[in-house]
């Protein structure tokens, strides 16, 4: 899946490339997450200049007119550029005056487009300052990896980022939200910065102007080839929520 530094990057590719290009049509082979009829799409999107992409959590938005469509990737969508050969599985196409564009695919077919997505107050990751983070983990029993991955709590991160930041911070993902203490929390906020913001620039350097999808290769503990971290620990592994996370002995618990 797709989380905040993928998306992050994906969103400056996308209006680099295309802002100030007119959208001249936009195929939907695939409606049935869509919010709205495909004619009411067309409608507000065709014929009009996409003057930005943002990432908010873990959507796209695409500000084309007067219009905002939200995207969300889900589990396995993704972003790729089109060419004379139509991609499979593909949600929907956009095609710019000139002959670029872009397509969403999703073999899953959960990919979920929406016009005029509503506000979301929740705070994204990278804006999340310190004393908020220790307010929303106050008096939590929820053990932290679950929290930092609800989107109704913290928006963006995944479950590859929730194992490298926790890690980065030398929390354990079991320990109990409420019971970490205010340093490591500190330490645990200025992790989220780094790791996120590191991911970004990697992810942003290898990719240059083109999508190449998610990458991991950068990682230091999530991923199911890292037997050891560069420091020489053991990597352990265990289901949390339903999601396999990756830790070492020597992050701290707290419960």
């Known amino acids: 899946m797709a989380e905040l530094p993928d998306l992050e990057v994906f969103a400056r590719i996308l209006t680099r490339r295309y802002r100030g290009k007119v959208l001249e049509k936009i195929d939907i082979p695939v409606d049935k997450k869509l919010n709205v009829p495909p004619k009411k799409l067309k409608e507000n999107l065709e014929g009009h200049k996409l003057s930005l992409v943002k990432r908010s959590g873990k959507t796209l938005q695409f500000h084309i007119g007067d219009s905002i469509l939200g995207m969300h990737l889900m589990l396995r969508g993704e972003l790729v550029e089109l060419t004379d050969k139509a991609p499979k599985f593909t949600i929907m196409s956009f095609h710019f005056k000139g002959g670029s564009g872009f397509a969403v695919t999703d073999m899953q077919k959960?990919?979920?487009?929406t016009l005029h997505p509503q506000e979301n107050d929740v705070p994204d990751a990278l804006e999340v300052d310190y004393p908020a983070l220790l307010k929303l983990l106050?008096?939590?029993?929820?053990?932290?990896?679950?929290?930092?991955?609800?989107q109704k709590k913290?928006?963006?991160?995944?479950?590859?980022?929730g194992d490298e930041i926790l890690y980065h911070a030398g929390i354990s993902p079991f320990s109990i939200a409420g019971k970490i203490p205010g340093d490591d929390v500190n330490r645990l906020h200025k992790s989220m910065h780094s790791v996120l913001e590191t991911a970004i620039k990697k992810i942003g350097k290898e990719n240059g102007d083109e999508l190449r999808g998610e990458l991991r290769d950068f990682m230091e503990i999530h991923g199911a080839g890292i037997k050891q971290t560069k420091k020489g620990e053991e990597v352990l592994h265990e289901k949390i929520g339903g999601r396999t996370s990756y830790y070492t002995k020597s992050q701290k618990l707290f419960d």
Request: without cysteine; hydrophobic residues 30%.
């Open 154 to 161: 913290i928006r963006g991160i995944g479950n590859s980022y």
């Open 110 to 113: 959960q990919a979920t487009p």
């Open 138 to 150: 106050e008096g939590k029993r929820t053990v932290i990896k679950s929290l930092l991955m609800d």
